[in-house]
């Protein structure tokens, strides 16, 4: 009798590979009967996302571009499990599918290349810089509203063949994607928080299974984080507060200190010039709550039209 192989979906960008077989690699390790030939498979998928490059995410549709044909792949028995960037991940997902393990999180920071070799206050008056992330945006016009902002798709060697090109002066991209690619090297500068802050759940990687599938459910069991888990639930429970999508220029990052939560927030107009704050300190356990309660105390002070504009 042949055994059907764990069928792993995939985007089949190189990033996206990356992570289906830093997937495969932990399944092996904590089940070493899947190290066999043809127990396990990663089939790539293309998505609405991958398609669409002549413009930005938030113009396309916002979140869901990039999950849509992978959560099909799942109802329709193709993929068994589905590996994705926590950030691209809805807040709502479809009935009948969970996010079941996130794997440990890699350093949610962004990263910053330039040609001249400096850092973001080191870019002449006027300079190009290149994102169609309207979070990035938003963050480098509040810092710096002199500067340019050209919109840059496509995956982390589309982008950096743009910059050599001289098509635009500087970009970012996300550090925990260029430490999973081995493109360290090519980074000018690590943005720290304090002056970029990240993407909710940059840095994630979570799996998404059909919710009926306790078999595969409990092989992915020992590959989830708790302190993940923690911080990725406090930073996507703001987001579903505030109704956030890739059409919101919305920041956030949870950390922990042993059972000791802090959860920071921004959200700002998509040129920079407005800006709201908030801040969260709490256990662990609350970080549902934590998020939530500093989702709905921004919600509180934004103008009714501010996400429609």
Do not use: W, Y
Request: hydrophobic share 45%.
């Amino acid at each position: 009798m042949t055994t059907q192989p764990l069928r792993i979906g995939t985007r089949g960008s190189p990033l996206a590979l990356a992570q289906a077989h830093e997937t495969r690699d932990r399944l092996i390790a904590a089940h070493p009967h899947l190290a066999a030939p043809g127990a396990i498979e990663i089939v790539a998928f293309k998505t609405t996302g991958d398609r669409i490059l002549d413009r930005t995410l938030a113009e396309a549709g916002g979140k869901g571009l990039f999950t849509k044909e992978l959560e099909e792949a799942l109802f329709d028995g193709r993929a068994d499990l589905a590996v994705h960037s926590m950030k691209d991940v809805p807040t709502q997902l479809p009935d009948g599918l969970e996010i079941a393990t996130l794997l440990p999180r890699e350093d949610p920071r962004d990263a910053f290349f330039s040609r001249s070799g400096g850092g973001l206050a080191d870019l002449p008056p006027g300079a190009v810089v290149g994102t169609a992330g309207l979070r990035r945006q938003a963050q480098v016009l509040e810092l710096r509203p002199d500067l340019k902002i050209f919109p840059l798709r496509g995956n982390v060697q589309t982008r950096l063949s743009k910059l050599d090109a001289g098509e635009v002066d500087a970009t970012l991209l996300a550090l925990a994607g260029l430490r999973r690619l081995g493109l360290t090297e090519r980074i000018t500068a690590v943005l720290e928080p304090e002056t970029m802050l990240p993407a909710v759940a940059q840095g994630a990687i979570g799996i998404e299974i059909r919710s009926a599938d306790d078999a595969t459910r409990a092989l992915l069991a020992p590959l989830n984080c708790a302190e993940t888990a923690t911080r990725v639930t406090a930073e996507r429970a703001l987001l579903a507060a505030l109704d956030g999508s890739c059409r919101t220029p919305i920041a956030a990052l949870a950390l922990l200190d042993g059972d000791a939560l802090h959860l920071r927030v921004k959200v700002l107009s998509t040129d920079g010039a407005r800006v709201f704050h908030a801040e969260r300190r709490g256990a662990a356990a609350e970080a549902q709550a934590l998020g939530a309660d500093a989702g709905a105390e921004i919600k509180a002070q934004l103008p009714p039209d501010f996400f429609a504009l």
